[in-house]
């Protein structure tokens, strides 16, 4: 973990690479579409954390002009909380580059989120260190928290490039009570209850 910790301090993502493997932490839309090769897939959580839709995107989900609701990480002060998703390992020289390179432009300079490193908890494995892509309160696109209310009414109408806001919320809400049904998230759950009971008004 120190040679990881590291690489991302000094910004030497180069000698992440020279490494055996790397493991990527995704908790959003990586979950159920990763878009960079990757040799392993698990599922398990990393301890501290909230997910929560306090994201602005401008890109992908939403434009300029009406930007959508995607997901950050916002630190528990009490260290209790859980936030579950997936880690990817990047196994090897061109594997590891490649993913690193693809997800510092995606996630860091189109999405405003900065690199941690984070132990990553699963059944099938002793913990191990992840690269997590999380946005502090002090980047741009940070939204500050919002009633649910008012992130339901922006995600049912808020579409970008790669398509609509609710698929990215719904898709994740999907995930996870596929993977992890005894798992509750209140956030999360009651978000895709508002926003698809929106959806069904705006379709009328």
Not at 52 to 71: C, H, I, L, N
Not at 78 to 103: H, M, P, Q, R, V
Request: charged share 30%; net charge neutral; with cysteine.
């Amino acid at each position: 973990m120190k040679k990881i910790n590291e690489a991302i301090r000094f910004n030497r993502f180069d000698d992440l690479s020279n490494l055996e493997e790397v493991w990527v932490f995704g908790y959003g839309s990586l979950i159920w579409r990763p878009v960079f090769r990757h040799s392993e897939k698990i599922v398990g959580k990393i301890n501290g954390f909230h997910r929560r839709f306090y994201q602005s995107d401008m890109t992908y989900r939403g434009t300029p002009e009406y930007p959508a609701r995607v997901a950050t990480l916002l630190k528990d002060p009490t260290g209790k909380a859980e936030t579950y998703g997936c880690a990817f390992k990047l196994f090897g020289k061109n594997e590891i580059s490649a993913g690193i390179k693809y997800l510092n432009t995606r996630e860091g300079e189109n999405g405003g989120y900065s690199l941690i490193v984070e132990e990553f908890h699963s059944c099938e494995r002793s913990p191990i260190p992840v690269l997590v892509y999380t946005a502090t309160r002090e980047n741009y696109y940070f939204t500050g928290k919002q009633p649910l209310e008012e992130l339901s009414d922006i995600i049912a109408n808020a579409s970008g490039l790669t398509g609509p806001n609710t698929e990215y919320l719904f898709r994740v809400a999907e995930w996870q009570r596929e993977f992890l049904p005894l798992v509750e998230d209140d956030h999360l759950y009651e978000l895709t209850r508002m926003t698809k009971e929106k959806v069904v008004k705006i379709e009328k």
